[in-house]
């Protein structure tokens, strides 16, 4: 018979144990979580102390280790820094060459690639480096560093190295976490630490990132290295003879690789128009840009700005570790945040070395007491170890008093092993010498640590002098100004039109050819019903029949007049107008004549630059027209906005019009200003006036070469920024120029004039070149007063009865051959005529508004 024990079957089902069950949500989001922070905190983002990330640090450390002066070869380092650094011998070279080529901590030898042209180092185990001597100072002290362990516990690293300069700003860093990134630009190594002594003293500082690829750098937006902010940095291009530009110098994150590569597609693009590119690079950057033919250098300079790498925007993110967590900041912040924590550290090497003194000041005082008053004789009858070390410690009391701390036995171990020829040889003048210069050095200490402030700014300041040298700014910051795109790119388009049809485009090749523009172009149409639209370029575009004018249309442009005659209605009278259209709608139709049904243009011209054309009217013949023909002038029409409705031409029918003769421009002359901050002409009044321009006026620029040029007054050209004279040319005005011959050590004064005839670039001084110009100028009665110092006596010289005006190439007259030392000059006032001319007409007498309804007053003309 079996018996079931239920109780015990319960108590083994009891006893099995529940299998857990996790959802795999949840895994990935724990998971994640610590990968995501494993990243952020080891891999990609830098602490706030050190500016450095962990692989960077950890390459310092290891170089540190194996410091001997001399030369390691990049792959021991790499070797060596695996035992600190988890992840592969290729995340620690790329490192170790980005730190090399940073030219700051680490001293390279061999090939170590190129930041210009992109060439990457040569293998680990062909390049060698060492630490500089800034690393050495700044970087390392064993007893201010937080060690921590190794990844594998078999070794410690430093949580941070006790760097004592503000290293992130100064490298700048770039790197992409899990959901997180970061980018601190690289700042000028003078700049920050005259910014962290600026701090220190309480005063405000700013600073703006500086980088080895030098270039320009525009820091409006820059919003001190925050979130959000921007840079735009370029390439800086000039034009040194016809048909040419150089880049010598290249905008940062960029390489003349990529640069040359952009430029490529841009031209193939059809956005510029080049023959070819060369790249000269070795040492500096140099590319060469053969320009077509039929291109100018200054709007090609601006098209490679527009459309290629050498412009770009940067946007920094400065994101550091800050104690375990990221931290979004400012640069200001950050370089606060650096220099306290250098005072921080300089006062800890203080205090190490304030006690290693004292301890110094302590034994050499009780050694001088142990020998001095012979207490080593008391020991040399003792029977046993036990009884020395109460024995000399109790003789040593009457004269420990003056000492900083109480006498230990370990102290006391010391003495005992001071050996019997230290004894012997003693010199107590010498001890006493020792320790007072001890206790000078321990005064000095405790002075830096009482005016830890001051002593900060002389340890920035001797940094600044021991390796400031030769880290001068590199990168010219500049107010860049917005280019058009529009109005620099090449006419790489055909237009055509079918007018009757009604449609434009570029693959009307079948019909009426127009013009060649740029696919960015915005065109304007009218139509024979009085109806106006711009559109963008395309293929293909239906516009509406009977097209009167096709054009390419520039906003705000106020210059372009159109000047046309329409029919109001099918019966009404005819009305003339003259307009610019400087802001529309894209796509949007605007009504030109009037809205009453069958209005029609009769006459139409579009005039670039203003003019106003002479045009016939013949009427209708009638009994009650005594005259049937006559004249309009549209230069006694007012410009006004579009929307007027006109002057009254005629209630009689018009039969025809006729052009009877072309104009000319009837607006005032163009005032002009240089803005010396971007170095770019403008109409705005932004800078020095220059004076008012018509459509042959020329502007003069002298460098300090004795180059003298003529330019039109396009405000898309470019001038160098070491013009010793920009203005406006008067032909008839003569040049003088006080220059020094370093042929013949004379020095020579000239006049002269220059023609819109000459060579572009004319020299006017010796081409030696030990000469310089000592002044130039324009004007016609000049007054120069030369000192030459203590050697001889001040000339008062007119420099009109000095010499006549002569040709360009003329030596001139022989000065002096004493040095100048400097020269004041004036212009004497000459008294001018009373002037006959009428005044020109005011510049904003074209500055309408297109809806005010004044605009539209009729007034009849042939009444």
């Known amino acids: 018979m079996e018996v079931h024990n239920n109780n015990e079957e319960k108590n083994e089902h009891q006893q099995t ?25 080891e891999r990609a983002i830098p602490s706030i102390y050190d500016g450095l990330k962990p692989v960077q640090r950890r390459i310092l450390h290891s170089m540190k280790e194996l410091e001997d002066g001399r030369y390691n070869k990049v792959a021991n380092i790499v070797g060596n820094t695996m035992k600190y650094h988890p992840h592969g011998d290729a995340s620690i070279s790329d490192a170790i060459v980005q730190l090399g080529q940073k030219e700051l901590l680490i001293d390279p030898q061999g090939n170590w690639g190129n930041i210009y042209t992109g060439d990457p180092a040569a293998a680990a185990r062909y390049i060698e480096s060492r ?32 760097i004592k300069f503000p290293l992130l700003l100064s490298q700048g860093v770039e790197g992409i976490a899990v959901g997180l990134s970061t980018k601190v630009l690289p700042h000028n190594f003078n700049e920050l630490i005259d910014a962290s002594i600026a701090h220190l003293k309480g005063k405000s500082f700013v ?19 925050e979130r959000g902010g921007k840079i735009r940095a370029r390439a800086r291009i000039y034009n040194p003879e016809k048909g040419f530009l150089i880049i010598n110098e290249i905008p940062y994150g960029t390489n003349t690789s990529s640069l040359i590569d952009s430029i490529l597609k841009a031209n193939d693009k059809g956005k510029i128009k080049i023959k070819k590119v060369e790249d000269n690079t070795a040492a500096e950057v140099e590319i060469l840009i053969h320009l077509a033919n039929d291109v100018s250098p200054d709007k090609m300079i601006d098209a490679l700005y527009a459309f290629t790498d050498c412009e770009i925007s940067i946007s920094p993110n400065a994101c550091v570790i800050d104690v375990d967590k990221p931290e979004f900041l400012t640069v200001s912040e950050i370089l606060r945040r650096n220099t306290d924590h250098t005072v921080g550290l300089l006062k800890k090497e203080l205090e190490f070395e304030l006690g290693e003194l004292q301890e110094q000041w302590h034994f050499s005082s009780l050694e001088r007491i142990f020998i001095e008053n012979r207490i080593y004789h008391k020991i040399e009858e003792l029977e046993s170890w036990e009884e020395v070390v109460p024995t000399i410690d109790l003789e040593l009391k009457p004269f420990t008093a003056h000492l900083l701390r109480e006498v230990t036995e370990e102290d006391i171990l010391k003495l005992t092993e001071i050996k019997i020829k230290r004894i012997t040889k003693f010199d107590l003048g010498k001890a006493e010498n020792d320790i007072q210069a001890l206790e000078g050095k321990i005064k000095e200490v ?112 106020n210059r372009t007049i159109y000047n046309l005659i329409y029919r109001e209605g099918k019966t009404g009278p005819w009305y003339m107008k003259r307009f610019p259209v400087t802001a529309i709608t894209r796509d949007k139709e605007y009504s030109l004549a009037s809205e009453t049904k069958g209005s029609e243009i009769q006459y139409f011209s579009a005039n670039p630059n203003g003019e106003a054309e002479v045009v016939a009217i013949m009427l209708k013949p009638s009994q009650r027209l005594k005259k049937l023909k006559f004249d309009i002038d549209f230069s ?228």
Request: glycine residues 6%; charged residues 30%.
């Open 17 to 41: 144990p529940k299998e857990s069950i996790t959802k795999v949500s949840g895994m990935y989001q724990n998971w994640f979580l610590d990968y995501a922070s494993y990243v952020i905190l």
């Open 636 to 863: 006694e029409l007012a410009i006004k906005g579009r929307a007027s409705k006109g002057n009254l031409v005629s209630k009689n029918y018009i039969k025809k019009i006729e052009l009877k003769e072309t104009g000319v421009s009837t607006l005032a002359p163009r005032k002009i200003w240089f803005d010396e901050s971007i170095q770019r002409l403008n109409a705005d009044g932004r800078g020095t006036y220059l004076g008012a321009f018509r459509g042959n006026d020329k502007i003069l620029t002298i460098n300090p070469q004795g180059i003298a040029k003529l330019h039109t007054f396009d405000l898309m050209n470019h001038f160098d920024n070491d013009l010793l004279i920009l203005e406006k040319w008067n032909s008839e005005k003569p040049i003088c120029c006080i220059y020094y011959d370093g042929e013949k050590s004379i020095y020579y004064i000239k006049r002269f004039l220059v023609d819109d005839t000459m060579n572009p670039q004319v020299f006017f001084v010796s081409e030696h070149p030990k000469s310089f110009i000592e002044w130039v100028g324009t004007g016609w009665k000049l007054i120069a007063e030369i000192n030459f110092g203590k050697d001889k006596p001040e000339e008062i010289v007119d420099l009109e009865e000095f010499i006549t005006v002569k040709g360009i190439k003329a030596q001139g007259n022989q000065l002096s051959k004493e040095k100048i030392k400097n020269i004041q000059v004036r212009e004497e006032e000459i008294p001018e005529p009373e002037s006959t001319e009428e005044p020109e007409p005011e510049e904003d007498s074209n500055n309408f508004d297109e809806d005010d309804p004044d605009r539209g007053e009729q007034i009849n003309l042939f009444d």
């Open 207 to 225: 600073l703006y990132p500086d980088f080895q690829t030098r270039g320009l750098v525009d820091i409006s937006n820059y919003n001190d290295g």
């Open 131 to 162: 630490l500089t001597p800034f690393a050495l100072e700044v970087a390392f002290n064993s007893k201010t560093t937080v060690w921590q362990p190794s990844y594998d516990g078999r070794n410690k690293e430093p949580e941070n190295l006790p």
């Open 446 to 557: 405790k002075h830096h640590l009482s005016n830890l402030i001051e002593y900060t700014i002389e340890y920035f300041t001797n940094i600044k002098k021991k390796y400031g040298k030769g880290r001068e700014r590199k990168t010219e910051i500049r107010t860049f100004d917005n280019i058009d795109a529009a109005k620099v790119a090449v006419a790489n388009v055909k237009f055509y039109v079918n007018r009757e049809e009604g449609f434009i485009g570029s693959s009307l090749k079948k019909d009426e050819y127009l013009f060649d523009c740029s696919d960015i172009d915005d065109i304007i149409v009218f139509r024979q019903d009085g109806m106006m639209l711009v559109t963008k370029v395309d293929s293909k575009t239906f516009v509406g029949k009977n097209i009167t004018h096709v054009g390419v249309w520039k906003k705000n442009d």
